[in-house]
């Protein structure tokens, strides 16, 4: 291995040609970002084609992609809320006007409440995030001044929650029966009232995570917002808004909406119920993590299908929440690192949970159904440098 320094120059050197070289860019990634000088959030902005790879283009792209979300904004939170705080002032004839009980589905507060039962499903997932790093309840340095405003008499989502008392019937999206979506070893607070409110003008880091999932919710409508989700956007934001270079940092979180929504562009298939028996649906990958096993470790998988331990019990949500919920942060991150690099978007991803099991191999061997249920659930092993470096094996042993 070559040491950091090194490794640092080897990246500035790719980073700093006219035009990136890809492949070159791929295969230094593949073996882990170093941290230093916002390294890592360039990089993963170039692998989720965020930024192109002439580097010419990049700032009027990055002004022009801020400036787009900064619309979002405005039309998604900031309309809606003013509407909202107007209608306390002018009360002409209700009939005339768009009310509440308008029962006409083209009614914008017919909208506007579908959009609260969204909003309080990922206002419940997203202050769990990470409850075991405090990151996510700290305020951020940049508040979205647009939004907090002291002239702002509006409604923002922080409001929208604390006054909306619907219950919403969003809770039931969870998926086949076994899947817990949220992992045994991440406790969460058992009440919101454990969450302190930050003073006005302040807004945590899981409020900025709220705003992107709801803007991507109101986006695509086909697919909206679905639990899970909220993991997928947690380490992408927590990257860039931890950047040492505050000029990314400052726009972390237009930054990671793009990317966010770059990367559901191709692993959005997994969060479609309907699709879960097609071919780029979640069943399909997760019959080939068990068929690739088969191929490197037949004994193996011979006592997983005796014991009747299919898939779905743990593969579905390694595959799709891309293992956030396997390890810790850091690690979680250094394992997207190589599967943002792999060419073959995700296929890396499967032999990532081959190299897993095999790992585990002479403790499944030995273990009865509810043993072996316990390990797969809550992944035993912690270090991801002797999974990847396995799942390269595995790669390499093609």
């Known amino acids: 291995r070559r040491s950091a320094p090194l490794r640092i120059a080897d990246f500035q050197e790719v980073l700093g040609e006219p035009t990136v070289a890809l492949a070159k860019l791929r295969d230094l990634c593949f073996s882990g970002i170093p941290f230093d000088g916002g390294l890592r959030c360039l990089c993963w902005k170039i692998l989720l084609n965020y930024l192109p790879l002439e580097k010419a283009l990049w700032s009027s792209l990055l002004k022009k992609q801020r400036d787009l979300y900064s619309q979002f904004l405005k039309e998604m939170i900031i309309q809606p809320g ?65 939004i907090l405003d002291p002239q702002n008499e509006f409604e923002t989502l922080r409001k929208r929650v604390e006054q909306t008392t619907l219950k919403s019937q969003t809770v039931a999206r969870n998926r086949s029966g076994v899947t817990n979506v949220s992992s045994p070893l991440k406790t969460t607070p058992n009440s919101l009232s454990e969450y302190e409110v930050l003073p006005n003008g302040c807004e945590a880091h899981w409020e ?48 990671t909406f793009f990317c966010f929504t770059n990367l559901m562009a191709e692993i959005r298939d997994n969060f479609i119920k309907s699709l879960d028996d097609s071919q780029c649906g979640i069943t399909y990958k997760m019959e080939k993590v068990y068929s690739t096993l088969k191929e490197k470790d037949v004994e193996l998988y011979l006592k997983l299908q005796e014991q009747n331990i299919k898939p779905q019990f743990f593969a579905f949500r390694w595959l799709t929440l891309l293992l956030s919920q396997e390890f810790l942060l850091p690690d979680v991150i250094r394992i997207w690192d190589s599967l943002f690099a792999d060419d073959n978007r995700f296929d890396f991803l499967l032999l990532v949970c081959c190299a897993m099991l095999t790992l585990i191999r002479d403790q499944l061997l030995e273990g009865d159904f509810t043993l072996n249920m316990r390990l797969l659930q809550d992944y035993p092993i912690s270090d991801v440098h002797l999974i990847l470096k396995k799942a390269k094996e595995l790669q390499d042993s093609k």
């Open 82 to 146: 003013i509407a909202k705080a107007n209608l306390g002032v002018s009360r002409e004839d209700v009939t005339l006007e768009d009310h509440p009980l308008n029962p006409n589905p083209d009614s914008r507060w017919n909208t506007y409440f579908k959009d609260n039962e969204v909003l309080l499903q990922i206002d419940k997932d997203v202050r769990r995030l990470y409850p075991d790093m405090a990151f996510f309840q700290r305020p951020t340095d940049y508040p979205c001044l647009l």
């Open 208 to 255: 900025v995570v709220e705003r992107i999932l709801f803007i991507y919710a109101k986006l695509n409508p086909g697919i909206a917002y679905v639990q899970g989700m909220n993991e997928i956007v947690g380490p992408l934001y927590y990257t860039f808004a931890t950047d040492p270079n505050s000029e990314w940092k400052e726009h972390a979180e237009a930054d």
